[in-house]
């Protein structure tokens, strides 16, 4: 299962950049995986998703890429935004329903 | 739709006291899932029912935690009795069985000291 932290790790970016959040899981049984951004007081909101039939699916800004040999996933977002400050979590949504330990993504205008 | 909606937003209470937490899912939605947010731990999986039935509660923590749906528009998390580790947020979600993508609510954050 996913490393139990005591903090998360964050990536600070400069407005404008792009931005690559990497999550490992551990089920290679999975065949659903979702990236899930949480704001600060609020609950995880749906960003992007992607089966395990596909190696990777774009959306607005956003792209996910997933490598089932390694078991990978990264969140790759385009042209940061202040707006994109939250903290991202990769989740498997099937057969477990189950959260990584998510990545705090700090935005610098 | 208003979302999923979830009762109290914030509760603080004393050691040993009973506290019940309330979820409203999205309408016609059939699967609702609890999770528990910490820093330690993150969001675990406490426990989910679909079309009101429990499926997986093997996250719940232990005899204190009780789950309930009596039907497809309520559920309860029920901690009897509390402690400060059961200090966290809770949150509920909601989708249609089978879509897997979870509309969360915005939580009820926990403080028993």
């Known amino acids: 299962g996913e490393s139990v932290g005591l903090h998360l790790p964050t990536l600070s970016v400069q407005e404008g950049d792009n931005s690559i959040i990497n999550c490992a899981y551990s089920n290679s049984a999975s065949d659903y995986f979702i990236w899930y951004k949480q704001e600060s007081g609020k609950g995880p909101q749906f960003i992007i998703d992607?089966?395990?039939?596909?190696d990777k699916r774009q959306g607005q800004r956003v792209t996910v890429l997933l490598n089932k040999t390694v078991k990978h996933l990264s969140l790759q977002i385009a042209a940061t935004q202040p707006g994109d400050s939250a903290v991202y979590f990769c989740?498997?949504?099937?057969?477990?329903?189950?959260f990584g330990s998510g990545t705090k993504l700090n935005v610098k205008p | 739709d208003a979302g999923v909606i979830q009762s109290p937003r914030h509760e603080v209470t004393e050691m040993g006291q009973e506290v019940t937490l309330r979820c409203k899912p999205i309408s016609g939605h059939n699967s609702l899932f609890w999770y528990r947010q910490t820093m330690m731990r993150g969001l675990e999986l406490l426990i989910y029912?679909?079309?009101?039935?429990?499926?997986?509660d093997s996250g719940m923590p232990e005899d204190r935690f009780s789950a309930k749906m009596p039907n497809a528009s309520f559920s309860t998390l029920k901690i009897q009795p509390s402690e400060p580790r059961d200090s966290a947020v809770y949150f509920c979600?909601?989708?249609?069985?089978?879509?897997?993508?979870?509309?969360f609510g915005a939580g009820s954050r926990l403080t028993v000291l």
């Open positions: 979600a909601s989708t249609l069985r089978g879509a897997n993508v979870l509309t």
């Open positions: 029912f679909n079309n009101n039935v429990p499926i997986d």
């Open positions: 992607i089966r395990s039939n596909m």
């Open positions: 989740a498997e949504m099937g057969p477990q329903f189950y």
